[in-house]
C-alpha cells in the first residue's frame, strides 16, 4: 500500500505527492452559460486534497463536440476564467490540475449542438439514433487546432496539463474504430492511418505547450482498449495504437475500464488481464494509468500487482472524498455511498447516479 502513497515523478520532471489520481467525471452540472458552477467548485476542493493529481470532467473544444447537458465548455477565451476556477480550487487542496479536452462526435446531443448537426469519422449513427455526417478535410483540420487552442486555454487558466480524451467511444475513438471510420483518404484505412486524427490532435496539443508553457505542462491521452461490434476497435489494434503512443510526446497513458480486473475478449494472445498485456507493451516508456472498479484499499492492493504505475479513482471518490487521506492515515473507508452525508456532489449528477442505478454502489 504505501509504495503508492509516495510520491511519483513524470519523465519530465513533474512530481505529484502520490500515485493516486481523481478519475474525470463529468458532472452535468456547469452553469446555463457552460461555464463552471460554484457546486462543481466546491465538489473539485473537497477532492483535491488527498489524490496527486485531479483531472476534470471533459470539456469541450467546439460548439459541436458538446456531448452532455451541463458540459463544462473551454471552446473560447471567454472560458479562460471559468477553467481557472477550477484550476485554483483544485490547487487549493494541493493536487495537480489536469484538464480533459474532448469532442463527442456522433455522441454529441443533437439539441445541445449548433443546427443539431452531429459529425463523425464517417457517416454513421449517432447517440439519438439519427444520423451524423461525416467531417470534411478542412473541418477535421478545425478540429485539430481547436485542441491545439484549448490546451492553450488550460496554460493560460493555469492548469498544470490536458488530458486528451480518446476514449470512451467520442470522437478520436471515433477514427481509430473501423467501425466508425470508413474514410479513403489519409484519416482512414489502415489501423496506422486511423491514427492519424488522434497523432495530429497529439501534435497540435504539443505545438501549444512549446509556444506557451515550459516543459513541466503535462499532456495526457485516454483510450479505450475495446470495442464490441464486429468491425470495431481490438486489443490487437489497441496493442499498436499503445505501442505508438508510448513514443509520442506524452507524459502518460491513462486506460478507460469499468473494473481493472477485465480481461482481453478480442485479441490473438492470451486473453488475460487487459492492463497486464498491455503495460508488458509500453514496457515502461511511458507511465501508464490503470483504472476501474478500485473501491477498498485491497482492490487498489490488487490492482497495483497489474504493474501500473498510477491509479485513478473515480465512483470512490464520489463515496468517500477524502478516501486518499483516509487510507494513508490506516482509517476506515466505506464504499457503498452513504446517502445520507453530504458529499458535496453538484444535485445534477446526483440525480443521474439516482437514474442509473447500479452505476455506484449505494446510491438509492
Ligand atoms: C459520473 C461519471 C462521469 C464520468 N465522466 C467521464 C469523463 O468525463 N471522462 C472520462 O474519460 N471518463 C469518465 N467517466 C469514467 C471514469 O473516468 C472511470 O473510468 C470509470 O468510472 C471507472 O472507474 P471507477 O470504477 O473508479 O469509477 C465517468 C464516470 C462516472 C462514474
Not at 57 to 64: I, S
Request: hydrophobic share 40%.
Amino acid at each position: 500500500m504505501t509504495t503508492f502513497l509516495t510520491p511519483f515523478t513524470f519523465h519530465n520532471g513533474v512530481t505529484i505527492r502520490n500515485r493516486y489520481l481523481m478519475a474525470p467525471m463529468t458532472t452535468y452540472s456547469a452553469n446555463a452559460d457552460d461555464t463552471v458552477s460554484d457546486a462543481e467548485i466546491t465538489y473539485y476542493r473537497e477532492r483535491s486534497f488527498g489524490v496527486g493529481a485531479v483531472i476534470t470532467a471533459c470539456a469541450y473544444v467546439l460548439p459541436n463536440g458538446k456531448g452532455f447537458p451541463g458540459q463544462i465548455s473551454a471552446h473560447s477565451d471567454e472560458y479562460i476564467l471559468s477553467l481557472k476556477r477550477i484550476a485554483d480550487a483544485i490547487h487549493d487542496g494541493g493536487a495537480k490540475a489536469i484538464l480533459q479536452i474532448y469532442h463527442g462526435g456522433r455522441q454529441a446531443v443533437r439539441d445541445l449542438v449548433p443546427n443539431g448537426d452531429i459529425v463523425s469519422a464517417s457517416e454513421t449513427v449517432a447517440a439519438d439514433g439519427g444520423m451524423a455526417r461525416a467531417l470534411t478535410v478542412e473541418e477535421i483540420e478545425e478540429i485539430v487546432v481547436a485542441f491545439g487552442e484549448t490546451t492553450r486555454r488550460a496554460i493560460e487558466a493555469g492548469f498544470d496539463g490536458v488530458e486528451i480524451h480518446g476514449a470512451n467511444t467520442y470522437l478520436l475513438q471515433q477514427f481509430f474504430s473501423g467501425f466508425t471510420n470508413k474514410r479513403i483518404d489519409r484519416y482512414g484505412g489502415s489501423v496506422e492511418k486511423r491514427m492519424t486524427f488522434l497523432l495530429e490532435i497529439i501534435e497540435s496539443v504539443n505545438r501549444a505547450k512549446a509556444q506557451y508553457a515550459n516543459d513541466q505542462f503535462i499532456i495526457g491521452y485516454r483510450f479505450s482498449p475495446e470495442e464490441p461490434e464486429e468491425d470495431g476497435i481490438t486489443l490487437d489494434e489497441t496493442v499498436q495504437l499503445v505501442n505508438r503512443l508510448a513514443d509520442e510526446k506524452l507524459d502518460y497513458l491513462h486506460i478507460s475500464l469499468g473494473d481493472f480486473r477485465s480481461k482481453a475478449h478480442r485479441y490473438s494472445g492470451e486473453k488475460e488481464n487487459r492492463i497486464k498485456i498491455l503495460k508488458l507493451i509500453i514496457d515502461g516508456r511511458i507511465p501508464f494509468i490503470g483504472v476501474g472498479s478500485i473501491y477498498s484499499p485491497e482492490d487498489a492492493k490488487e490492482a497495483m500487482e497489474t504493474g501500473v504505475d498510477l491509479l485513478a479513482l473515480g465512483r470512490e471518490l464520489l463515496i468517500e472524498a477524502h478516501w486518499v487521506e483516509k487510507v494513508a492515515a490506516g482509517e476506515p473507508v466505506i464504499t457503498e455511498m452513504d446517502m445520507s452525508r453530504d458529499n458535496n456532489i453538484p444535485e445534477p449528477l446526483m440525480n443521474m447516479m439516482k437514474r442509473n442505478v447500479g452505476w455506484v454502489p449505494g446510491v438509492k
